[in-house]
């Protein structure tokens, strides 16, 4: 009797190199070590005598997506606000407590409100390009920052577009007044607008709230992209939004931080049952 | 009551409703087995088609749920333990198909031996699949994980009753195809059992959002 199939076979591999080895290896990817660009300590905020932000602690990480979920009226916006001070403007505003930026005071005397905002920038719920050419818009910031190079601007406008995933529909007019853009194109010029001047954050007030599901869509998988190289903090009344682009999200009601933490816990698993209920819709 | 609550209630009375055909169908399996009832053996395996068709039902409910609500939190729970749940539930019916088919050709023998074992090893079954849909229902994760603590006692009935079983075969020849029938009664037994678990295990998931499945977790 043979037992030729008992013997042993020269067992040959497909070559794999060591990367793909590790693609295909069981153990989950290495975390990137998450790095606070953001640290804000025991904020409050008042308008006047009002009260609007209680004691708000939390740490934003770098290169990640933040969502601040909330009722109407939680002091999300008024919070993200307070990050680029923005609410600077209005009568009767103060704030205790600090907000750092790599470790800067946001609030500290001696800051260049101007300069904050150019490392911070922000895109807004209605889309508000100014009423000039598509490509004006765009190097406004760094033409009042006194550039006047002409090549120079070229490149930041085609790369600021190119980012904001714009320049394929633009490029061939980008002499053309901005107001002739699309809803959903208005809103990722402003994207590109706040990325020309370099910023190290984008905060987002709903940024796709007036836009159609395609433009939606369109802006999100521009914030999951952008995050690469910015520090994304996004207001949003869209719960599955916030599920979808948001690495951390940040619940807030009643001007209070009532749960802070990574969105797949927030969404699946809260700890509160006050953003329990308000993520599952059974509020009030 | 909200829309979304009453579609969530739906899906849960469904799942119930599920749950006693299937509970009858291992009720049934055991009296065909233990009172020698072909006729009711015959019935089991006719009503399975019933209970399949209440899987689709539920699986399309689910899915329907998911994409109209986008469920979260513990909605969104809910809705994965119904996904895993059905298919568990189908399972053990298929289960106690296969104990009445068994059932059908042991019949038509004599008895092998009066049964002991087997006939605890199927109560103890037909127990935990009731307590996994209390569990289930009343969301409680305590209860589960009594249920799934009482699975290794099922392990250990089978293999007693199997190593009985193998007494008879070595004993005569002509008791192996009775035996073996039998071996396989229990096995069937024991794997509703492990369905009862995963259910269990489904349930501490709803109530307390924590996996405990392939986890060294004490019950």
């Known amino acids: 009797m043979h037992f030729a199939f008992l013997a042993p076979v020269p067992l040959t591999l497909p070559t794999m190199s060591v990367r793909e080895l590790e693609k295909v290896s069981s153990s989950p990817p290495a975390k990137r070590t998450e790095r606070a660009k953001i640290d804000v300590r025991d904020f409050d905020f008042y308008y006047g005598a009002s009260k609007v932000l209680h004691g708000i602690t939390l740490s934003i990480p770098q290169n990640r997506v933040t969502a601040l979920i909330g009722p109407s009226g939680c002091g999300k916006s008024t919070f993200l606000r307070s990050i680029n ?30 300069s904050l905002r150019r490392r911070v920038g922000m895109v807004f719920q209605k889309s508000n390009p100014f009423p000039k050419s598509i490509y004006d818009n765009v190097a406004y910031g760094l033409r009042i920052g006194g550039s006047r190079d002409r090549r120079k601007l070229d490149e930041v406008v085609e790369q600021s577009l190119t980012r904001a995933a714009l320049w394929g529909e633009v490029k061939d007019r980008l002499r053309q007044s901005a107001l002739a853009l699309s809803g959903g194109q208005q809103q990722r010029l402003c994207i590109a607008r706040a990325l020309a001047v370099d910023p190290e954050v984008l905060l987002m007030d709903e940024p796709a709230s007036a836009l159609d599901p395609i433009a939606t869509q369109k802006i999100e998988e521009l914030v999951y992209e952008l995050k690469e190289n910015y520090t994304i903090v996004i207001v949003t009344h869209n719960m599955q939004q916030a599920a979808r682009v948001s690495d951390r999200t940040a619940f807030f009601m009643l001007g209070k931080l009532v749960e802070y933490g990574e969105t797949n816990t927030i969404f699946m698993n809260p700890g509160e049952k006050l953003t329990e209920d308000y993520i599952t819709g059974r509020f009030g | 009551m909200r829309h979304f609550d009453r579609d969530i209630e739906h899906l849960k009375e469904l799942l119930l409703r599920m749950g006693a055909m299937v509970e009858d ?20 395996i006719a009503t399975d088609d019933a209970i399949d068709q209440m899987e689709l039902e539920i699986d399309q409910h689910t899915v329907e749920l998911i994409a109209k609500m986008q469920p979260a939190a513990v909605d969104l729970r809910f809705v994965a333990t119904a996904m895993k749940i059905t298919p568990e539930l189908e399972r053990i019916a298929d289960l106690a198909v296969d104990v009445c088919e068994r059932a059908v050709e042991l019949n038509r023998e004599p008895l092998l031996k009066p049964l002991i074992d087997i006939p605890r090893l199927a109560r103890m079954t037909q127990d935990m699949v009731r307590q996994s849909l209390d569990a289930f229902v009343r969301r409680d994760a305590s209860l589960a994980r009594q249920v799934i603590a009482r699975d290794d006692e099922v392990d250990m009935l089978t293999e007693q009753s199997f190593r009985e079983l193998l007494t008879y075969m070595l004993e005569d020849s002509r008791n192996i195809s009775r035996a073996i029938r039998l071996t396989f009664v229990g096995k069937y037994f024991e794997r509703m059992a492990d369905a009862a678990t995963n259910i269990c295990e489904m349930v501490v998931y709803l109530v307390e959002g924590k996996v405990i499945k392939h986890s060294n977790e004490a019950p």
């Open chain 2, 25 to 44: 169908a291992i009720s049934d399996s055991i009296r065909a087995l233990l009172e020698r009832d072909s006729t009711v053996a015959e019935r089991v």
């Open chain 1, 85 to 114: 001070r923005m609410n600077d403007i209005i009568p009767g505003v103060h704030v205790s407590g600090s907000i750092t930026i790599d470790g800067e005071d946001v609030y500290g005397k001696g800051v260049d409100v101007v």
